[in-house]
């Protein structure tokens, strides 16, 4: 797969995830839609969305409550796309947002593999690729971004890292779309440090490549080791988004 396949399929599913055409994510001018609900979205999307900011980096797509249109056109029209995803200016919509139960919350940046990059990397310990079926006993606060104690059905593939018979690193990738499969990877902390996120993340990467899925990847933009294991793992930033929750959830929510 290319990066240019890779790169279109995520633009498809971003399509479908916000009311829009792939062709809108390439243009000059920003677009904003009325959200509605799609069986084919991405599991983990509460639609229909309140508020749904994404950039590709040429512009803004917007999918948004018929109710918060005006406001959030005016916001994304009136100021730099990268002023729309500062935290400052984004503050400016929380009094209006919570009006109807809802505030801005999740800032996060995305990563796509680079087909020229990606290659699986060296680890000193011995990896072992796992099914859904193998992940059952793994569901543990110490494993939480590897896997999804809330959708473990989703939960594919896995690539554990052991030392002897001790499980120390494990990547997981949740099938969040049809095409599209986030990896999240977990290491214990006493064996960070060594390469195993890289190796278990790319390799995982990898797996999923072949089996035709695109792996896609998330971070917050505070989380540096985690955007340095993305870039180590062949993974390039491809879309940054904002995103609103409901406000009792605001608080809870964690990256």
């Known amino acids: 797969m290319t990066n240019t396949q890779i790169l279109n399929i995520a633009k498809q599913q971003h399509a479908i995830d916000l009311n ?12 904003i839609t009325i959200s509605q609900a799609n069986k084919n979205a991405r599991s983990y999307l509460i639609q229909p969305l309140f508020c749904y900011l994404v950039s590709y980096g040429k512009n803004i797509v917007a999918s948004v409550d018929q109710r918060i249109f005006d406001l959030v056109k005016g916001y994304i029209n009136t100021q730099h796309i990268n002023d729309c995803f500062n935290i400052l200016k984004a503050n400016s919509l929380t009094s209006e947002f919570a009006k109807h139960g809802h505030l801005p919350c999740k800032q996060l940046q995305y990563w796509l593999p680079d087909a020229n990059a990606l290659k699986p990397q060296p680890c000193n310990y011995r990896l072992q690729l796992l099914e859904n079926k193998n992940l059952a006993g793994l569901y543990g606060p110490e494993w ?4 999804s104690e809330t959708r473990p059905q989703l939960d594919m593939l896995g690539v554990g890292a052991y030392d002897g018979n001790r499980l120390v690193g494990l990547a997981g990738c949740s099938a969040d779309c049809d095409t599209m499969w986030q990896i999240g990877v977990d290491v ?63 608080t809870e929510w964690k990256a």
């Open 144 to 147: 939480s971004n590897a896997l």
């Open 188 to 250: 214990l902390p006493e064996y960070r440090n060594n390469g195993i996120a890289a190796a278990l993340t790319s390799r995982l990467a990898v797996e999923v490549l072949a089996l035709g899925k695109v792996p896609f990847y998330c971070c917050t933009w505070s989380n540096l080791a985690s955007a340095r294991n993305a870039i180590k793992s062949g993974f390039r930033p491809a879309w940054v988004e904002l995103t609103s929750l409901l406000a009792e959830k605001a």
């Open 20 to 31: 829009c055409q792939p062709e809108d994510f390439s243009k000059e001018e920003n677009i």
